[in-house]
Structure formats: structure tokens, C-alpha cells
């Protein structure tokens, strides 16, 4: 990696990241280069990604500066219906009901997709290996012990504990969240009722631990033995949690990887809205997601507008350079030009 690792530490263990970074004139004053400022909030699936692209910009643009706070998606989503920030953040697609409140219009800008892994703390236990139906059982409530039959069946010869499970989830809405229920809810009837597809579901877990944001939940994990979580990949691998494998829709148990996550992501069908819910792909790692950056149709002056654009092309050109070093997937260049064409011909003063 080309930056120190005491940033990529902070990006891992604090849950609100502010990135203020130069990123160059857009607006030219008589005589005069004014300076722009954006400020965006949202997931923190992408936080590291995001904080190294605002290193990287602020080496082509020195005149704006960009502040991101990571306070989840849920809060990115409220604060781009509220008009508050200049763009959002939010690893679960807006809804029909929320693009309608946004009063000067949005637009899902894809930027990176990833895995969600489920990590676990089981001392001696290094290759857990959860089915499709052991899976949705255990964070449904159904499995609440490690020695339970079916963890057995799926993981013979393993010498797993008889000890009560620790369910590590998130304390605020989250795209994370919604990307891993939205998985279980396509594999399993009874947990979509109980639990359902959500930012914020209400778990019906016994011994349930909260933590905000990924770096909550990842924290929570690492000092809790008989844990088990989800974190987006990323934040699995810097903190050096256990991951493990899932069973995919062809039968195979998968680790999470930027290459296993490429293949389940391959196929994905991107329509005119951008928006995706693929909860079960056919290949590779399964539970896989996007995330967006939601952008306004209209801004209240030019120099705003511009600036917006001015971001979302270095995001979608030069910065989807960097999202395989920073294992995330990039978005595929076609997709990846059609945003740029709904963007450059739409947001407007």
C-alpha cells in the first residue's frame, strides 16, 4: 500500500471517518481560483477505499476539499433526503420511497462493490465451513450453540465447543446489514420472515453484542471468543479476524476474496437506475454487494454542480484504479461510462 499504516489503521478501528482533502478548482473566479468544499456521509463499507481516494485526488486537485463522515448508511440515506450534505453514502440501494423525498432529485452512483464476511472468534477452530442452511440458522436464532448438529455436519472431524454462540451485528442502519440479510432472506424462508432484508432488522438473537459501524463489529469480534459477525471484507482482512467459508448456490464453500467476489459480481445486470439486489448470485462468493455515492440532479449554484461532477468522473475513471489494491471490486467500465454520461448530462444548477 502507498499510504502509512497508522491511517489504514484509523480507517479500520474508528467508526466516523472525516477526510479532508484538496481536490482543485473547478470554479475560476476573475483573476482568482475559489476553492470548493463538498461534504458527503454515509457507509462505512467503503470508508478505507474513500479515504484513499481522497488522498489520491488531492494530488491532481489541490483547490476543494472533501470531508466524508462514515456514520453508516442508514445515516447517509436520511441525510441526503434532509439536503444536508452535497452527496451520500449508502451500501443499500435507495427505495422508490426514499428517491421520492429527495427534493432536488438523486442519482445511484455505483463505485465499488465487495464481500461481506462472516468472521468468528473460535480459538482453534481455523477453516469453519457454514452451509446454506446452517448459516441463516445461526442468525436467525435457530443454532445457538458452536457443538449444534448441523455447524458438526458441516465442519466433520472439527472438535467445536460446547459453548454458547456471541452474535456480534451492527448498533446503526447499515448497507452492510442489508447486503448480508438480504443473502439470508434469498436462502431461507424462515429467516426472511423472522428477521427479513433490512438496514436495521430486529434480531431475535440471544447474547447479541452491537457495534457501530464496521470497525465496531470487527472490534467486538476480536476480543469476544465464541463470537461470530459480519464485516465488510476489507475490514475481516486488516483486522486479521477469521472469515469463514460460505456455501454458494453451486454447492461449493467459498472463502471471501476480491477474486471470488469479481466472480459472483461477473454476471450482475446493472439497469438504468443503477440500482442492484442480487442476494444470491450463481458463482463464486456469495454474499457480495454495491456501494453508492447519491448525487443531486440539481445543486444550488454552478460552482457546486461542477464540483460534484468534477469528483464523480476522477471516482469512476482514475479511482477505480485503485479498487483492486484496496480488494474491492471496480465497477465494470461500461457501467461505469453510462454513469458518467447520466451524471455529466443531468446534475445541473
Excluded at 447517509?76 to 450534505?85: H, L, S
Excluded at 477452530?125 to 436467525?140: C, D, H, M
Excluded at 484504479?321 to 474491492?328: A, R
Aim: glycine share 10%; no cysteine.
Amino acid at each position: 500500500m502507498s499510504f502509512s499504516t497508522t491511517i489504514l489503521q484509523r480507517a479500520f478501528t474508528t467508526s466516523v471517518l472525516t477526510t479532508a482533502v484538496a481536490l482543485g478548482s473547478i470554479y475560476t473566479a476573475p483573476g482568482k481560483a475559489q476553492a470548493q468544499t463538498l461534504n458527503g456521509a454515509g457507509a462505512t463499507f467503503p470508508a478505507p477505499l474513500y479515504e484513499r481516494y481522497a488522498r489520491e485526488v488531492r494530488k491532481k486537485f489541490p483547490d476543494m476539499r472533501i470531508n466524508y463522515q462514515a456514520i453508516g448508511s442508514g445515516g447517509g440515506i436520511r441525510q441526503t433526503i434532509a439536503g444536508t450534505v452535497d452527496f451520500g453514502g449508502s451500501d443499500a440501494a435507495m427505495t422508490d420511497g426514499d428517491i421520492a423525498k429527495v427534493k432536488n432529485g438523486v442519482i445511484l452512483v455505483p463505485t465499488a462493490g465487495g464481500a461481506v464476511s462472516v468472521v468468528y472468534n473460535l480459538p482453534g477452530v481455523n477453516n469453519l465451513r457454514l452451509s446454506r442452511t446452517t448459516l441463516p440458522g445461526i442468525f436467525s436464532g435457530q443454532i445457538t450453540n458452536w457443538n449444534d448438529p448441523k455447524i458438526k455436519a458441516d465442519n466433520p472431524g472439527v472438535n467445536l465447543p460446547n459453548q454458547a454462540i456471541r452474535f456480534a451485528v451492527r448498533a446503526d442502519g447499515s448497507g452492510t446489514t442489508f447486503i448480508f440479510t438480504n443473502h439470508l432472506s434469498a436462502i431461507s424462508s424462515y429467516f426472511k420472515g423472522r428477521v427479513g432484508t433490512g438496514t436495521a432488522p430486529k434480531w431475535t438473537l440471544p447474547n447479541v453484542l452491537k457495534g457501530k459501524g464496521n470497525p465496531g463489529v470487527a472490534a467486538l469480534v476480536a476480543r469476544t471468543p465464541g463470537s461470530i459477525g459480519y464485516v465488510e471484507y476489507s475490514y475481516a482482512s486488516q483486522n486479521k479476524l477469521k472469515s469463514a467459508q460460505l456455501q454458494n448456490k453451486s454447492g461449493e464453500f467459498v472463502a471471501p476474496s476480491l477474486q471470488s467476489a469479481n466472480a459472483a459480481l461477473a454476471s450482475v445486470n446493472f439497469p438504468d437506475n443503477y440500482r442492484v439486489f442480487e442476494g444470491d448470485p450463481a458463482q463464486g462468493y456469495p454474499i457480495v454487494g454495491l456501494t453508492w455515492m447519491m448525487v443531486y440532479r440539481q445543486y444550488p449554484n454552478a460552482a457546486k454542480a461542477n464540483a460534484v461532477k468534477k469528483w464523480i468522473n476522477w471516482v469512476l475513471t482514475d479511482g477505480q484504479k485503485l479498487n483492486d489494491e484496496m480488494n474491492y471490486t471496480a465497477i465494470p467500465p461500461a457501467v461505469a461510462n453510462r454513469v458518467l454520461q447520466t451524471v455529466n448530462s443531468t446534475v445541473k444548477p
